[in-house]
Every structure is written in C-alpha cells, then in structure tokens.
C-alpha cells in the first residue's frame, strides 16, 4: 500500500501565501513524478503543477506557485503566493509510485486539502 497525506491548506486573503505538503509512505521503491492538482467546485480536476526529471506549471499560476520535492523523504512542496480568489479549489497530491513487488509505475492520490481565496 502507499498513502499520500497533504497538509497546509486554509484560509487566506487574496494576495496572500500558503504552502501545501504532501508525504508518501508506504511499500515505495521509486517515485517517478509527484505533483499537484485541484478541482474547483464544479470544474474537472486540472493540473497545478508537477516535478519529475523536469517541473512543469500550469499557465494559470506560473510566477504565482513554486514546487519542490524532497526525493530522500519521498515529500514534495507547492509555495503559493500572490494567491487570487480562483485559486479556490480542493488540492490533491499525486504520486507515480513504483511499489515493491510491482513491475509498473501507478499514481497514487491523496486525500487533498481545501484551499480557500477569500476576503
């Protein structure tokens, strides 16, 4: 099994900053790619951003949102600043997890975390 747990979502005004963590644990091996996403109510769950061999943004939040990753504790980091109203969304943590005893890499999703915009 592998559990992904986030942390670090609330409150805050626009203009604002918080930063979400996710940890994996479990029977890993290897983490191919971790990242960030966010389904706003409503809206299809969308990509925030990722990091693997390279990072990638989404348009949306490039400049705005930073992400690292810790490959030793199997944790990754998503510093959002300058946060705006539509921001608001549940985050989700994503994992692609090699586990022991497997052959394939499969993706792996936590519990996610709200975070809301507001005034």
């Known amino acids: 099994q592998v559990q992904l747990v986030e942390s670090g979502g609330g409150l805050v005004q626009p203009g604002g900053s918080l930063t979400l963590s996710c940890a994996a644990s479990?029977?890993?091996?290897?983490?191919?790619?971790m990242g960030w996403y966010r389904q706003a109510q409503g809206k299809q769950r969308e990509l925030v951003a990722t990091i693997g061999g390279a990072t990638t943004y989404a348009d949306s939040v490039k400049g705005r949102f930073s992400i690292s990753r810790d490959n030793a504790k199997n944790t990754v980091t998503l510093q959002m600043n300058s946060l705006k109203p539509e921001d608001t969304a549940v985050y989700y943590c994503n994992a692609r997890v090699l586990r022991s005893g497997t052959i394939r890499f499969s993706d792996y999703w936590g519990q996610g975390t709200q975070v809301t915009v507001s005034s």
């Open positions: 479990g029977s890993i091996v290897s983490i191919n790619v």
